[in-house]
């Protein structure tokens, strides 16, 4: 069955998260991608390894479905095999600020000029326009700079979430971008610039906080698990664990009332609206927590189902592996990789498409390994690949 990128060539110049995942998502779809690392490799496949000098899980992760190419583009051999790549390209994508596209000839002016058709997608940290354009960062540096850090945690311990939702946020605006620009090159024949960034993935995710402090001046602070605007919607204590609860609106309330055997709650003026259950949220977390602690997980659960509120456990990530849901839905699919003990449950494409279904073809790559494969479809012989990799240029 044929992807929808079919046909479609990526370059990929990305580093950790993401660029990286950005192009493992047009990969899911059918395009042909190639990830150029640098000669000794990027920093992202020795972040946290699995294996000895290899590929960590994050890799593994997000450069499924590509092929491996090394090259140092600073060498002018280098610059010269960037050039033919992009003369090749359909999509060139590339993750670091303006001046480190100007200097590795990814910038905007000089892709259009070597490939009009291209489309060139390019993430930053923080975006085009203010003072900070040129600096580099991270998630997490989009995490404490939206709000939603400062709002999370407790008062005066702000937390950051663990998961890069930044960054897989953005690889995915970035992957929607390039592949609008995809369609209107059916049109105009042209490609154009894609631009994303990490921060304004962040304020577009946590933007609501934004509008209602402009508007309202509410001057929140966190509050750990539980809901600011509902309730009860809170993580609580199991006899044997945790479990999140969140009846959010008044037909879900009636049900959880009803559930813990407290129908008097709804007449309570204290929890009259959502927003009143929001602003008395430790007192329903109480009752909340009042009822779990006596029951089990399970338990717990099976009510919340029968009553049909809302519910689900915190498992941790054996936990996940574990899980009976989890499994059933086929969604962690096993891949090997070279010297892994074990298959890696590497997650698939997290949408659908019932015609031309996404989904992994291959593996990550293991360093440089498709580089003489590539080299040869542009022209080198093994002469020359020699001497590219004797002068340390792949």
Known sequence: MTGVLDGIRVLDFGRYIA??????LLGDLGAEVIRVERVDGSEDRFLGP?????????FLHVNRNKRGLTLNPMKPQG???????????????????TAGLERVGLDWPTVSAINPKAV???VNAMGEGGPWSDRVGFDGIGQVMSGSTFLSGRPGDPMKGYVPWVDFGTASMAALGTVSALHERQTTGKGQHVTAALLQTALTFSNYTHIEQAVNKVDREASANRH???????????????????AIGPTLFRRFCEMIE????????????DTDRGENGEAISAILAGWTVERSTTEVLDACAVASVPAGPVLSPQQVLENEHVAGLGFLEPVDY????????????????SDNPPGIRHRAPTLGEHTDEILAELGFDAAAIADLRSQRVV
């Not at 660029?19 to 493992?24: L, R, V």
């Not at 699995?50 to 899980?57: G, I, T, W």
């Not at 009860?232 to 609860?245: E, K, M, Y």
């Open 120 to 122: 060139l997608t390019t």
């Open 338 to 353: 070279p010297g892994l003990p074990t298959p890696a449950p590497m997650a698939r494409t997290p949408f659908g498409l």
């Open 228 to 246: 600011q605007l509902a309730g009860p919607a809170d993580i609580v204590p199991t006899l044997d664990g945790h479990v999140i609860v969140q």
């Open 79 to 97: 610059a010269q095999i960037v050039r033919q790549l992009v003369e090749t390209a359909d999509v060139v994508l590339a993750n670091m600020p």
């Open 50 to 58: 699995l294996l000895d000098d290899d590929a960590s899980a994050m």
């Open 262 to 273: 407290r129908p008097e709650l709804v007449e309570d003026p204290r929890f009259a609206t």
């Open 19 to 24: 660029g990286p995942f950005c192009a493992c």
